[in-house]
């Protein structure tokens, strides 16, 4: 039975949990890259660590626009599939190349004009700002391969292929892993290098997985295939791959808005809140990347299914989802609630960053299960190619509410205000997310016929 096949007749759980492990592992290892390199770049100094944290809403628009795209992508080529016309599902991979090499050419240009002007608004410290630049200079300007191995990447789910995203992800985090204490200490007789020899680490493991992401695409048996050869640019491909990539790049690139402007209030603190603060959202990928995956193993399911008509097992991948997802959420919440202070230690932190980090983390862990709706929302909207409804329930989960909500919680209640904004966000999201999903359920056109005959 091919896996477009499953997508359609498998029992959905089983389906769900068989499609979505992989790329929950795979999102677990792609939130270790920043990490990882912020646990060993805060062995040198706080100051250090504060650069990358810093550095990080630069890093994440690369990850925004590669997922964005991809997302798009996936949603297209695993409707194409669902109704049956392979054709144009390569006739969108074919696009998706040329709009990745694209935006390959584009940030290297944002690399170099924009990294120094950006970071200079949020520190006035010339150790933290060099350092700071050092590291984007590096991970911007080279994050061709991070593009080119996100674009393969998403057809491989597209078409039920979710082991292969999870091996690519694996051998660039294990080759960063090696390479920052190696790089950044100077071992084995090499150079100590510091910040830059973290980003030098993180850029090397990119570039392994995408060479073997090229390697199994072109060797392998994907359905998909790319053909370049008599390619013409079509206006239609184009806008129906980005009226998804846009708002779900978005979307990604959201919490980029959302730690600049929490910094700005933050800095107001303390060098120590804001890198409180960048520990925190480094810390927090391990909960949400996991439900990432999850996200990631139902889309194709969801837009297949939408593509094949069958409403009833829509109905059934949100419910499954929903109760998954919440799970994940739960363990990351008791972690963060129960461990604060283990966690902190990773990052090196003093009484003053732990006991900060300790209050962080359990306050604005109070909104994670309650963030299941909003996120796993989210994703359906994408998979159903409504990418408006999906950046709105994001936009209220991590920019509508949150930077104006914590600084006025901020003067009363102080850092407790800062962080008691997650939470409340979450809340409002769910409650926005569950009115848009019934609007559009009601008004989605799913061909009745269809879905009879498919059952």
């Known amino acids: 039975m091919s896996s477009s096949n499953a997508m359609g007749t498998r029992p959905v759980l089983p389906l769900l949990l068989s499609m979505s492990v992989p790329p929950m592992i795979s999102m677990l290892i792609q939130s270790m890259y920043n990490v990882v390199d912020s646990i060993f770049v805060a062995r040198l100094s706080q100051n250090a660590l504060t650069a990358v944290s810093l550095a990080f809403p630069l890093q994440n628009l690369v990850l925004a626009v590669a997922v964005g795209l991809g997302v798009g992508l996936n949603a297209c080529i695993a409707r194409s599939l669902g109704a049956g016309d392979p054709e144009k599902a390569n006739d969108a991979a074919a696009h998706g190349l040329v709009f990745t090499t694209i935006h390959a050419l584009l940030f290297v240009l944002v690399g170099v004009f924009g990294t120094r002007p950006f970071l200079q608004m949020f520190t006035t410290d010339p150790e933290v700002l060099e350092m700071g630049c050092q590291y984007s200079y590096i991970v911007i300007c080279l994050s061709f391969g991070s593009l080119y191995h996100i674009f393969i990447e998403k057809i491989f789910q597209a078409t039920g292929n979710m082991v292969a995203p999870m091996i690519l992800q694996g051998v660039g985090a294990i080759i960063n892993i090696v390479l920052d204490p190696i790089l950044i200490f100077g071992l084995f007789g090499l150079p100590a290098m510091g910040v830059p020899g973290a980003a030098i680490a993180t850029v090397a493991g990119q570039m392994t997985a995408c060479a073997l992401a090229v390697a199994l695409f072109v060797k392998g048996d994907c359905p998909v295939r790319i053909h370049m050869k008599g390619f013409r640019l079509k206006g239609a ?61 139902m889309r194709p399911i969801m837009s297949f299914n939408y593509g094949a008509g069958r409403r009833d097992r829509m109905h059934q991948i949100l419910r499954s989802s929903l109760l998954v997802t919440g799970g994940i959420m739960l363990v990351g919440w008791l972690l963060f609630t129960l461990l604060p202070g283990p966690i902190m230690a990773l990052f090196g932190a003093d009484a003053r960053m732990s006991a900060m980090g300790a209050s962080a983390l359990r306050i604005i862990s109070l909104g994670f299960v309650v963030s299941t709706v909003g996120f796993v929302l989210a994703g359906a909207f994408e998979a159903l190619g409504k990418g408006v409804q999906s950046l709105t329930v994001s936009m209220i989960r991590q920019l509508i509410v949150i930077p104006p909500l914590a600084w006025a919680l901020s003067k009363p209640f102080g850092l407790a205000g800062v962080w008691a904004s997650f939470p409340i966000a979450e809340l409002l999201a769910a409650v926005v997310a569950v009115v848009l999903y019934r609007h559009t359920m009601k008004h989605l056109p799913i061909p009745a016929v269809q879905e009879e005959e498919t059952k």
């Open 237 to 297: 491909v184009a806008a129906q791959v980005y009226s998804v990539a846009v708002p779900s790049g978005l979307m990604v690139a959201l919490p980029s808005l959302l730690v600049g402007m929490l910094n700005a209030i933050l800095s107001a603190f303390s060098q120590t809140a804001v890198a409180v603060f960048g520990a925190y959202f480094k810390l927090q990928t391990f909960v949400y990347m996991p439900a990432s995956g999850l996200v990631q193993g």
